[in-house]
T-cell receptor, first 115, second 113 residues
Framework: GAVVSQHPSWVICKSGTSVKIECRSL??????MFWYRQFPKQSLMLMAT?????????EQGVEKDKFLINHASLTLSTLTVTSAHPEDSSFYIC???????????FGDGTRLSIL | AQSVTQPDIHITVSEGASLELRCNYS??????LFWYVQSPGQGLQLLLK??????LVQGIKGFEAEFKRSQSSFNLRKPSVHWSDAAEYFC???????????FGKGTTLSVSS
């Protein structure tokens, strides 16, 4: 079945550091990728929608200058958390979609801890 | 407003007993409905989906769900729960590809022996 690979799975870094998370569709072309954020014991909240070759669409309240999204190819989208602070610590999950008759496929998530 | 409601935050079921997790949705267009399961620290695994057709859908691990349009519900069921089913379950609704999913707040399932 379709697989979405997300890397890294866990990252710990100092406050002020920028962190890049990759989301790859391994066996299909993902026209659209989504980035979600999940706080402990809470649901997934959509951060942004990314379409290949165009600017990402951010949800209200999500700082686009802080959470940089690049979708340079049909198999790769990246989320960069710039100048990360402890409040950015969270579980980030990406998903990828190829066409309307298939469900989104989720990556295994990235646990980000900012010290 | 578009939303998904999972009324039960936490459910405990005895191993071997039946399970039903409730999900109600509000969505302005034709809904595509999903149930996902998440183990601690892990990503999401798709259990089943409903796009159209037969309103009773079968999924993996012995799960099934029934779409009831009149009740705006998509409840998840399993006739006999196993200890390995203990996890967080999320109901989600979306449109066609290119639209993000809206998730419920999740239901934590505990299985007692």
């Amino acid at each position: 079945g379709a697989v979405v690979s997300q890397h890294p799975s866990w990252v710990i870094c100092k406050s002020g550091t920028s962190v890049k998370i990759e989301c790859r569709s391994l066996d299909f072309q993902a026209t659209t990728m989504f980035w979600y954020r999940q706080f402990p014991k809470q649901s997934l909240m959509l951060m942004a929608t990314s379409n290949e070759g165009s600017k990402a669409t951010y949800e209200q309240g999500v700082e686009k200058d802080k959470f940089l999204i690049n979708h340079a190819s049909l198999t790769l989208s990246t989320l960069t958390v710039t100048s990360a602070h402890p409040e950015d610590s969270s579980f980030y999950i990406c998903s990828a979609s190829s066409d309307s008759n298939q469900p989104q496929h989720f990556g295994d998530g990235t646990r980000l801890s900012i010290l | 407003a578009q939303s998904v409601t999972q009324p039960d935050i936490h459910i405990t079921v005895s191993e071997g007993a039946s399970l039903e997790l409730r999900c109600n949705y509000s969505y302005g267009a034709t809904p595509y409905l999903f149930w996902y399961v998440q183990s601690p620290g892990q990503g999401l695994q798709l259990l089943l989906k409903y796009f159209s057709g037969d309103t009773l859908v079968q999924g993996i691990k012995g799960f099934e769900a029934e779409f009831k349009r009149s009740q705006s519900s998509f409840n998840l069921r399993k006739p006999s729960v196993h200890w390995s089913d203990a996890a967080e379950y999320f109901c989600a609704v979306g449109g066609q590809a290119g639209t993000a999913l809206i998730f419920g707040k999740g239901t934590t399932l505990s299985v007692s022996s």
